[in-house]
Structure formats: C-alpha cells, structure tokens
T-cell receptor
C-alpha cells in the first residue's frame, strides 16, 4: 500500500496564478483533510471531508476550494494564489473521526512570489 | 491564539537526559493525540489518550492526559538522538475539526 500520496512535491507560483494539489489514499478511508503548516503555527486545518461528495470548512478555509469526487481522492485548489499562501501543505486521511489516527502524506511545499 | 498551546517551543538536550513537554488548552477534548514529525515528512501518530488521568507508555515515552481532559504531557526517559523531531499534540474540536498545537522541536545531541 502506498498510503497517502501527494502531488506535486514542490511548486512555485506567481501571485494570481491558480493550481490544484492532489491527494490520494489507498486505505479506503472515509475521512480526508487538508492542512497547512507554517513556522510557529503548527498544522492548521483548511478543509476536510467526511465522505465522497461532501466537504466542510476547517479553521483557515479562505482562498481555498476542495472537491471529493472519488473516495480515494481529495483535491485542494487555489484559484488566485497570494504570497500569504506560501506554506507546506499536508493531506491526511483517517478511518474514524473525532480522534481517529490520521495518516499523513509527505507534503507539498508551495512558494507564491 | 492557538487552541492548544505547547511548551517549550524548542528544547535541546544531551543524550541520556530526561525531558517533559506539555500541551495545554482551556477547552475540554474527548481525546488527545501526540504525533512526531521528522524534516520533510508528514506527522506520524505516537499515541491517543482518551480517558482523563490516563497514562500510556511507549518504550521510553510516557504520555499523560489531564484529569479534566484539557492538558497532556509527554515524558521521554534517557533521550536518544533518534528522538529528535517535532512533537505535536492534536485534539478533536467539534468532532471532525482536528486542531494541532504549534509543536515542540526537540534536538537530542549525542
């Protein structure tokens, strides 16, 4: 099993450009999450999904959109990138919610200039 | 303001020393988790504590959940260079919404 995979690993964008980050999991997990990690801030939840076709806002959702068209995939979109979105993005999945173990991908390092 | 406050932010010790890191909140959590993250990788779960006052041991690591389920601690005995990493606590906020602390970055020098 590959676990949780993320593509791409690195990306540099110019302000105003758009992009989509892809997360895939092969563990048949219902729950998937997108976080951003910034120095001194820890991991902050952007959006999450409790199942195929459903998404919900987390702590810092502004400027991002997500889609969960297939159970195994969770996409994070930036429509108009801003320098404040420079960060490391992590995707995670879990079998259970409310404290279930989360399995994380290796991260995507995004720089917006 | 972080929902979960971790202290200290940075800790550098010599191999063989003991240490304790803390995770505190004014909110009650149904459970708390501790993760360890190495550079360039995602966090990996170490333990989940569920019951107030619960103590769990994982080899040289001891985790405790506060009686009121608002705080937790991680104690490492005889630290080794392999323990170096970022230690994160996390709690379920409104069931699905996971909140993480900013982490304690531990360096263990040989």
């Amino acid at each position: 099993n590959a676990g949780v995979t993320q593509t791409p690993k690195f990306r540099v964008l110019k302000t105003g450009q758009s992009m989509t980050l892809l997360c895939a999991q092969d563990m048949n997990h219902e729950y998937m999450y997108w976080y951003r990690q910034d120095p001194g801030m820890g991991l902050r939840l952007i959006h999450y999904s409790v199942g195929e076709g459903t998404t919900a806002k987390g702590e810092v959702p502004d400027g991002y959109n997500v889609s969960r068209l297939k159970k195994q995939n969770f996409l994070l979109g930036l429509e108009s990138a801003a320098p404040s979105q420079t960060s490391v993005y992590f995707c995670a999945s879990s079998y259970a919610t409310g404290g279930g173990e989360q399995y994380f991908g290796p991260g995507t390092r995004l720089t917006v200039t | 303001t972080q929902l979960l406050e971790q202290s200290p932010q940075f800790l550098s010790i010599q191999e063989g020393e003991n240490l304790t890191v803390y995770c505190n909140s004014s909110s009650v959590f149904s459970s708390l988790q501790w993760y360890r993250q190495e550079p360039g990788e995602g966090p990996v779960l170490l333990v989940t504590v569920v019951t107030g006052g619960e103590v769990k041991k994982l080899k040289r690591l001891t985790f405790q959940f506060g009686d009121a389920r608002k705080d937790s601690s991680l104690h490492i005995t005889a630290a080794q260079p392999g323990d170096t990493g970022l230690y994160l606590c996390a709690g379920a906020y409104n069931n699905n919404d996971m909140r993480f602390g900013a982490g304690t970055r531990l360096t263990v020098k040989p």
